[in-house]
């Protein structure tokens, strides 16, 4: 691979660069006055156009771990990987109808508040410590670490921590603003992502059509892709049988076929696009009709992110099976990396503005909300009750850069080992494990009045427990074939539940016992939350985007499965 970047490279993500700081620093003096309005800072309250909030949306979710991650799933698996990006559309749909009216008609601005005002402090207290530790060790550590590595690949291999840093600064840079200056300049973030990342897939696709002989015209290099890995455009991934090879159970493990839909793709999704600060947040200081079409219009987005992230990875498939790429590295992600090299100069360096993007983006996104948490449910509430609108402000930026300091620290020399199972696959185990718990927790407390705090943190605790149970020790306990699962042989000397039927067995059981306990408290909990008749009734205009969601999704399950 030739790692060398030239002048016109170089050029490019320059001019990416200046263009975000200038918007950047035009917008925060535009908006100066925030400084004395805690909730205009953390939440942009009322300043967020629909499109922005969309586009910072989409630009906080994408990341090097999906430009990695996914692209190197979709060498693997193939195209059904994109149903974490399709259902993620679906799954928008639902918060934007029937979530954010909750958040919004009881004035919610962070999760842990929703969880102080529909529960107890305790456990408000309790998972603002937890999501703070989640989104520092875990989240912000894995996506500056993945992040350097990838952009130093590129970059020749040798500046890894110089790129830790840069990436760190641009990030602070722009957080340090306040979340309108994040939304913002998120929407010049995904623009260059999706051009960016539009372009790699372009030219992957024609250099697949010259492989074989058939041109290079982007669209017969697709249809190659279809004639020669077939497999790799199903949707549903089969069942092992007695015959399967440990190659057709890994993916089956990766992905279970249509117990997927049954189980853990909808508690990922739910749980990550309605129950999380670091999205949420966007959307929680806009008005209702504004929130709603912002997210839809994210949802939109998020039909063509397979497109980006995926299809470069089919596209290495194909090449490396026909030997047209000894460049590979690394497995299965390293595919994205080797594509890259087909890119010729001055697009390289749009290559590395795209990832950059990603990165930055949500490396801000995510140290914006830690600073809300920190300011708003703990340091306000339990260190200076008193602190006043310009203070909270400045202990926001104190925790931003305590966040990103922290970040640095410990991915300096890949203390936590993420670089061992890699980004990806680190976010979703150490969230995948909360998710069943929390999510049962913001479902059954949104729309089942009964619903009591004892039994949240019962919820989340046992969620926990179960879904470490049905990971790593169910098979050796209960056998390898029962009633609830099947565990397969993962070709590592141990056998093996999917990890999606894990989720969904732990949601299942957590949902039952909180059930329980409820029965035991009132019929309804004094700290329900109250509806209004039409409280979730749409506008035509937002019918008309479910609409066109729902069919372009329903076209490509027809055309794939």
């Not at 998710?435 to 989340?460: C, D, E, N, Q, Y």
Request: proline letters at 3%.
């Amino acid at each position: 691979m030739n790692q060398n970047l030239a002048f016109a490279d170089y050029a490019v993500f320059i001019i990416y660069f200046i263009v975000v700081s200038v918007y950047g620093y035009t917008v925060y003096r535009k908006r100066k006055q925030d400084e004395q309005d805690a909730k205009a800072y953390f939440l942009a309250e009322g300043n967020l156009t629909w499109w922005a909030i969309g586009a910072s949306l989409i630009a906080s979710n994408i990341s090097a771990e999906q430009f990695i991650g996914m692209s190197g799933e979709g060498f693997f698996l193939g195209i059904a990987v994109a149903a974490y990006e399709w259902l993620a559309a679906i799954a928008l749909i639902i918060v934007a109808v029937w979530f954010i009216p909750v958040y919004l008609k009881n004035k919610i601005y962070t999760m842990p508040q929703f969880l102080k005002t529909r529960y107890n402090e305790s456990t408000a207290l309790i998972m603002a410590v937890f999501w703070l530790f989640l989104y520092v060790f875990v989240n912000l550590t894995s996506i500056l670490y993945l992040g350097a590595v990838a952009i130093n690949g590129l970059a020749g291999g040798e500046y890894l921590h110089a790129i830790m840093i840069g990436l760190a600064v641009f990030a602070l840079f722009i957080s340090l603003g306040g979340m309108k200056v994040v939304a913002y300049t998120d929407v010049i973030q995904v623009a260059v992502l999706i051009i960016g990342g539009l372009v790699t897939s372009y030219i992957a696709l024609t250099t697949v059509a010259e492989a074989f002989g058939v041109g290079q015209n982007a669209i017969a290099g697709f249809k190659v892709l279809m004639q020669e890995a077939p497999e790799h455009f199903k949707m549903i991934i089969p069942k092992p049988t007695a015959t399967s090879t440990q190659l057709e159970i890994d993916k089956y493990l990766t992905f279970p076929g249509l117990l997927s839909y049954a189980a853990g793709i909808w508690i990922i999704n739910l749980n990550y696009w309605g129950c999380n600060q670091y999205i949420t947040q966007r959307a929680l200081g806009a008005d209702l009709q504004t929130a709603r079409t912002g997210i839809l219009f994210a949802g939109m987005l998020k039909l063509l992110m397979p497109l980006i992230v995926m299809l470069p990875g089919i596209a290495a498939y194909v090449l490396y099976m026909k030997g047209e790429l000894p460049q590979l590295v690394g497995g299965k992600d390293g595919a994205y990396s080797a594509i890259l090299t087909f890119l010729p100069t001055g697009l390289k360096g749009l290559s590395v503005a795209a990832l950059t993007a990603a990165i930055v983006a949500s490396l801000a996104g995510k140290v914006n909300s830690i600073s809300t948490i920190y300011t708003l449910d703990i340091h306000k509430k339990y260190i200076q009750k008193d602190a006043g609108e310009k203070q909270q402000v400045n202990i926001g930026r104190l925790a931003v850069f305590a966040a990103m300091l922290l970040a640095v620290l410990f991915t300096w020399n890949d203390i936590l080992g993420i670089g061992g199972v890699g980004g990806f696959t680190y976010i979703q185990k150490y969230t995948g494990f909360i998710s069943p718990g929390v999510f049962a927790m913001f479902f059954l407390g949104m729309f089942w009045k009964r619903t009591t705090g004892t039994a949240a943190i019962v919820g989340v605790i046992l969620g926990f427990l179960l879904s470490v149970l049905f990971n790593e020790y169910a098979p050796a306990i209960f056998g390898n074939d029962t009633l609830l699962y099947t565990a397969y042989n993962n070709g590592k000397g141990a056998f093996e539940i999917p990890f999606h039927i894990c989720m969904g067995l732990s949601f299942l059981f957590t949902m039952i016992a909180m059930i329980l306990i409820s029965f035991a408290g009132p019929k309804v909990n004094p700290k329900a939350f109250e509806t209004e008749p039409g409280m979730f009734k749409v506008q035509p205009q937002t019918t008309v985007l479910i609409v066109i969601t729902l069919l372009i999704i329903v076209a490509l399950y027809v055309k794939f499965w």
